[in-house]
């Protein structure tokens, strides 16, 4: 077992789909005991895969192997996986937290409809996932990027009798699809000038200044407008808290940690290129900065638990792209792997309270749940914890590390917006965790009849818990040496332009952090504790319009619903009179009318009687003769 | 040897006769015996041209004796819509027969 074996991870969840959505339905339990043994498998595999890798010369790869997978003409298609240091990142945490959500699952969603289709495509999604990190080339990573992109529409309308849910299902579909065409229209845009799809190839095209510097920029700019869609950034973030339709485990694993960061994971991938052409740089940061900022608003008037992480989700990856816009892979893809851990945590602990006070998730119903669920209660504080930017745990040292490289790059003003952005998150995120699990149950009843989850549930809270408090630590280089890495995060992730980087402590960077996570979580303490909500309720009366606008969330939906209504269905109609007057009246039912009206004068050619035939028949000749001498002269 | 231009003269005249058989004529019989005249004026044609441009070969009487077996066929259902028009109308006048037609 080596790296070149690293295809069998999203080989073995595919043929575990194949298996249950023809059979599933007939095995014992729905067949989740076979979900669970193939992604089991996988994530037991990447391990023999990682000490591969480590093994093999600097332990940085990167690994590379290709099959011809058809020809056009002397155009060869190469098919094949990559493997380096981000991809080992990447696999790392989707085979983890699949694993974990496929476990969860089992509790989770017991008794559900169509209970074997779930798990069959929780398989789907799996190993169209890994397929998407291990792709060498941007065909194949875009036929990947659009089958998790099919799998999140399934698994969104998985309760498919909800309209909600299918509205939900297609509002995300629908808004992916736009950020897909820019991804598809900036791959053809490289592939033109490149004449291959191999994404090292093009990077070292687009460094060796192949590519002319406007063509590039603009097919950059394509890519990276694919890489917002999926990844749910402003304008395209108004699909991903619908998306909350969902079951749970989905959330967590699609939503949160895994298929919404492929739009992080492609910048970080096609970095060196983004380099070449710097403006982008900037436009990522930009849209990273608004995202988070926006987004942290938005949180703070939802009342659901899972439209918070949604928003919450949303903002962190806002905070991804802006470290990538910073230049900082290493930062980006750090980020990426905490926020995996701890948000899979959250969501995966919410699926638990939901499933304790028996389909409960509004706030405004809940409160006081610490004592009835305490596993739930301590991971899902856990989780709180490493979100808000707490030290020791991941968040704290991934955020910091953001803040440090953006300082580096753009200074002083991205780093206060950035900070102001995680003072937001601390605020949200403990107000979501005491209006659930502390003070008095604002329904005495729900609190009465919840109970805490069955081991299958809570296991994976702790695995994910203990992983949200240890993860950050692989910053530090004596922690990645001892795991085998050839130095922590910063020296086993980044950009080889820039080669690699050690991680140094800085204090009035680290101080800042932690003032602007407590700043958060006692504002929103001294709002919201001891389950009092008269402070709140005076803040919203007392700026009734800013409090509208953050419950309707700026108002985006309803901005889309007018373009919608006003723009696209005006134009439809445009057109829809064009089609029915113009090319259906007049063109085809037209040349219909004009053919049988003539047949309908023209009959009365038609005398029957045969001599008159005999006579024209006699006659044309006589004419085609006389024609025939005519014309030989 | 008589010359090409006479067997194309009368095969012209014979066609001729035919043709206004056929559309002088109102008796269906004699109407078919137009169109034969017709096609006998053609077997000529073909068979005076074939012995003109190659004598040894008898290719032109071929195709003659071919239209004499078509025609042969042709009159016998000919001769079977007449007796069915007879029939049906009392009158062998092609001119009666006017209901061809939309």
Redesign the interface.
């Known amino acids: 077992m080596g790296a070149e074996h690293a295809w069998l991870l999203a080989a073995i969840p595919a043929g575990a789909f194949v298996v249950l959505a023809l059979f599933g339905r007939y095995l014992a339990r729905g067949g989740d005991w076979l979900g669970i043994a193939a992604i089991a498998t996988s994530f037991a595999l990447f391990f023999p895969v990682l000490a591969d890798f480590l093994s093999e010369g600097d332990g940085l790869g990167p690994f590379t192997a290709a099959v011809e997978w058809t020809r056009i003409g002397d155009f060869s298609f190469p098919m094949g996986i990559f493997v380096d240091p981000i991809t080992i990142v990447m696999l790392a945490v989707i085979t983890t937290v699949a694993f974990m959500v496929n476990i969860f699952s089992v509790g989770y969603m017991k008794g559900e409809p169509r209970y074997w289709w779930f798990f069959a495509v929780l398989q789907l999604f799996a190993a169209s996932m890994i397929l998407l990190v291990l792709a060498d080339n941007l065909l194949l990573l875009y036929i990947a990027w659009e089958l998790v992109g099919l799998c999140s529409f399934l698994l969104i309308g998985f309760y498919w009798e909800k309209r909600s849910a299918v509205e939900a299902a297609k509002k995300a579909f629908v808004t992916t699809r736009i950020g897909d065409v820019g991804l598809l229209i900036g791959i053809i845009l490289l592939w033109r000038e490149a004449g291959t799809f191999n994404i090292q190839e093009i990077l070292r095209l687009a460094e060796e200044g192949h590519f002319g510097h406007t063509y590039l920029l603009v097919a950059m700019l394509f890519i990276f407008i694919g890489a917002m869609g999926k990844s749910a950034q402003v304008p395209f973030h108004v699909w991903l808290p619908d998306a909350m339709e969902g079951p749970t485990p989905v959330s967590a694993l699609i939503h949160a940690a895994t298929m919404v960061v492929a739009g992080v994971y492609l910048v970080n991938r096609m970095l060196p290129a983004f380099e070449v052409v710097d403006e982008t740089l900037l436009v990522i940061t930009v849209v990273g900065l608004v995202t988070a900022i926006l987004t942290g608003f938005m949180a703070f008037a939802q009342t659901d638990i899972k439209k918070v992480l949604a928003y919450s989700t949303v903002g962190q990856l806002g905070f991804m792209f802006v470290a990538a816009g910073a230049g900082a892979p290493e930062a980006s893809m750090f980020h990426l792997m905490t926020h995996a851990f701890f948000k899979a945590l959250l969501f995966l602990a919410a699926g638990s309270v939901i499933i304790g006070t028996h389909h409960h998730q509004d706030m405004n119903e809940l409160g006081g749940l610490w004592k009835r669920m305490p596993i739930t209660g301590t991971t899902f504080l856990i989780g709180s914890l490493a979100l808000a930017g707490v030290p020791p745990l991941a968040g704290f040292w991934s955020k910091d590390e953001i803040l440090v490289v953006l300082d580096k790059q753009w200074g002083p003003w991205a780093v206060s917006l950035l900070g102001f952005a995680a003072i937001l998150t601390a605020f949200y995120t403990t107000r979501l965790f005491i209006r659930t699990f502390l003070g008095q149950p604002r329904d005495p009843h729900i609190a009465e009849h919840t109970t805490e989850t069955p081991p299958v549930m809570t296991g994976p809270l702790l695995f994910l818990a203990l992983l949200s408090v240890v993860s950050g630590l692989v910053v530090f280089h004596e922690v990645g040496t001892a795991l085998g890495f050839p130095g922590g995060f910063g020296e086993f992730v980044f950009l080889p332009s820039h080669g690699p980087h050690g991680y140094e402590f800085d204090a009035a960077f680290a101080g800042a952090s932690v003032v602007l996570a407590l700043l958060g979580i006692f504002t929103s303490g001294w709002l919201y504790w001891g389950g009092r909500l008269d402070r709140s309720t005076r803040l919203a009366e007392w700026q009734p319009r800013l409090y509208d606008m953050l419950v309707n969330k700026f108002y985006f939906d309803e901005l889309y619903q007018a373009a919608i209504d006003y723009g696209i269905l005006g134009f439809s109609y445009v057109v829809s009179w064009f089609d029915r007057y113009v090319v259906n009246d007049t063109g085809v039912d037209g040349s219909a009318q004009v053919t049988g009206y003539a047949g309908f004068i023209l009959k009365h050619l038609q005398s029957g009687r045969l001599p008159h035939y005999a006579m024209s028949l006699a006659l044309g000749v006589v004419v085609l003769a006389v024609a025939g001498l005519v014309m030989r002269g | 040897m008589v010359p090409l231009e006479n067997y194309v003269a009368l095969s012209g005249i014979l066609f001729a006769l035919g043709?206004y058989a056929?559309?002088a004529r109102?008796n269906a019989i004699l109407?078919l015996m137009g169109i034969e005249l017709m096609l006998n004026a053609v077997s000529l044609n073909f068979a005076a041209f074939a012995s003109y441009l190659d004598p040894d070969r008898v290719t032109g009487a071929v195709f003659a004796v071919f239209v004499i077996t078509v025609a042969a066929a042709e009159v016998g259902l000919a001769l079977a819509i007449v007796i069915r028009l007879f029939r049906l109308r009392a009158t062998s006048n092609?001119?009666e027969?006017?209901?061809?037609?939309?």
């Open positions: 043709v056929v559309l109102r109407v092609v001119d027969a006017a209901e061809l037609k939309w």
